[in-house]
């Protein structure tokens, strides 16, 4: 199972913000201390301001924090609708499929069921559970300087 960078730069926004606390964070500077290009991470940014999870802040002084805590963000459920439709394999997603099994294959119901197991392990787990060593996160990103855009 992998996931998408979609995906993985919303979940690296919200551990950000988590460590940054009520302090107003720009997606410009958690791209830079990631070394993540600016214009996907403003996207998954944009994402987590419409669904809920974060707060924002237009202008001069303004930028993000998170809406709820930490401990009430699951990461199965932002994975969920994150990777919405973007099934294992071809059949698994929205629309026609090419691959000429797929009425008779049984690999497909056995993927959605481990699927579903990855996702349920998921909802049992918040952003708090992601934040086990919080200082050492603290101290990390105070510490990194920006880094060049790697993505």
């Not at 958690?30 to 996207?43: Q, V």
């Not at 699951?74 to 919405?84: D, N, Q, W």
């Not at 973007?86 to 049984?106: D, F, H, N, Q």
């Not at 708090?128 to 060593?133: E, R, Y």
Request: aromatic share 8%; net charge positive.
């Amino acid at each position: 199972m992998q996931i998408s960078a979609f995906s993985d730069f919303a979940l690296r926004i919200l551990l950000y913000l988590a460590v940054a606390g009520d302090r107003q964070v720009t997606a410009r500077e958690i791209a830079e201390r990631y070394g993540l290009s600016f214009d996907h991470l403003a996207k998954a940014a944009g994402w987590l301001v419409r669904e809920g999870y974060v707060k924002a802040t237009r202008g001069r002084g303004g930028g993000m924090r998170l809406a709820k805590p930490p401990s009430e963000i699951s990461i199965g459920t932002v994975l969920r609708m994150s990777e919405a439709g973007s099934g294992l394999v071809e059949c698994m997603r929205p629309g026609p499929t090419r691959c000429i099994i797929a009425k008779v294959c049984g690999l497909a119901p056995i993927l959605a069921e481990a699927h579903e197991a990855f996702y349920r392990t998921l909802d049992g787990r918040t952003l708090a559970d992601a934040l086990p060593d919080y200082q050492a996160l603290v101290e990390i990103y105070a510490a990194s300087e920006p880094n060049v855009q790697q993505r």
